[in-house]
């Protein structure tokens, strides 16, 4: 598998988070850690259907337990701090923080063997970041209230949390993607004891909600976490970190399209921006050598 075509596997990650917000708006008023335990398990079982074709696969749940702290870190501990920041601040000042994601993944990155840093990376995941800002609060600005200090703080760990467990798995690119079948089923556990600690049990209310549930556990916390992991491990990483900026601007598009939100210049200045700071990431990409001219043909005279 070339870099490029695990980049662009990875990149299916984004398409897939686009969706978390209208599956998790269509599930009715599922609390947030049972949602997350529901999904995760599909998740896992996602994973689990590998074993059928190959049922070797599941040895490869043997890892150190470094690689496992990493995996559950990653997809729990971001969740954990994710819905907890949403308990402790407001939902606008959370979602904004959390965003930081991306481009620490794009800086982080200059910490990795390998992998050189450059400057339009980083403007590419900044303008992507600049949109982000735009979408969150609606080109309203900023207000940073000391009450909601805890909450922001919060925001920020699980910033660090999945761009530290993105860019650290390249340090593990060894350990096989169906690992993460483990780290999905350890995740529907801890977040399941954390829905008895916390929340009270509601069941989706109908069909259409079970779907939205099962829509989850297949795409935004299944599948993703697999090809994300592919992409992290073999891909672009600066590319992906910065290309992570179109998942909440699709996700909003994707919100108007079903009639939950509105257009406004606010997403059309984000849309802007988003795509331009893509594109400026992609450079290494999409730009392609010219290749040298060939010398002429020249034969030997005829003797």
Known sequence: MTRNQATLIGATSILNWSFLALFTAASGRVPPFQLCAMAFAIGALVGATRWVKNPNAIMQMKQPVLVWLLGIGGLFGYHFFYFTSLRNAPPVDAGLINYLWPLLIVLFSALLP???????????ALLGLGGAVLIVTKGRGIEVDPRYAFGYAIGICGAL??????????????VPTNAVTGFCAATAVLSFFCHLIWEQTVWPADFG???AVLGLGLGPLGI????????????????????AYLAPLLSTLILIGFGMGEFSWAIGAACVLITVGALIASKDMIRRKKPLPQPPNVQSPPT
């Open 209 to 211: 909600q079970w779907l």
């Open 114 to 124: 390998d992998e050189r840093l450059k400057p339009h990376h980083v403007l590419g």
């Open 161 to 174: 949390t999945w761009s530290s467990y993105s860019v650290l798995s390249r340090r593990v690119a060894h």
């Open 224 to 243: 993703a976490f697999y090809t994300w992991d592919l992409g992290m491990k073999k891909g672009d990483i600066q590319l992906l970190g910065a290309g």
